[in-house]
Every structure is written in structure tokens, then in C-alpha cells.
């Protein structure tokens, strides 16, 4: 096996150039701040069901709520009429 086989040139292995390296460089820190702004767009997704969550327990609570307030005052009718 000779030198050329081996993926060596006349002037040694093949060497980036800094504008090869720059550009690499580029595409990385691209994907990183894509994948960010997609991490980012997830935990807004999940605050927002989050919130959905809390606002109908509590729509839940209050009619929970009305139902123990009516029927505490069903209560008091009856043993005002047993009475």
C-alpha cells in the first residue's frame, strides 16, 4: 500500500482550512440554538397544560364547593322540619 492509497497527499494529510472549520463550526452552533429554541417551545407547551390543569381543578373545587354549600343548607330544612 503507497502514500496515496493511505489518503495522503505530496503534502501530508488533507488539512481543514479555517474557513472549512468556520463553517463547521457554524452548522453546530446552528443545530445547538435550534435545538433551544425547540426545548424552549416544549416548556412553554408543557406550562400552558400545566395551567389548563390548575384552572379546572379549581372550576372542579368550586363546583364542589356550590354542591357542599346546597347540600348543607338541604340539611339544615330537614332538621328545622324535624324539629
Known amino acids: 500500500m503507497n502514500k496515496n ?12 482550512t479555517a474557513i472549512e472549520l468556520e463553517l463547521i463550526a457554524a452548522a453546530i452552533v446552528t443545530f445547538g440554538d435550534a435545538i433551544g429554541a425547540v426545548a424552549i417551545v416544549r416548556a ?19 363546583r364542589m364547593k356550590k354542591q357542599i354549600d346546597y347540600l348543607t343548607n338541604e340539611l339544615s330544612k330537614i332538621k328545622s322540619q324535624m324539629a
Open 5 to 16: 492509497n493511505m489518503g495522503f497527499g505530496q503534502k501530508g494529510p488533507k488539512m481543514l
Open 44 to 62: 412553554m407547551e408543557e406550562e400552558a397544560q400545566v395551567e389548563i390543569s390548575l384552572q379546572n381543578k379549581d372550576e372542579e373545587l368550586i
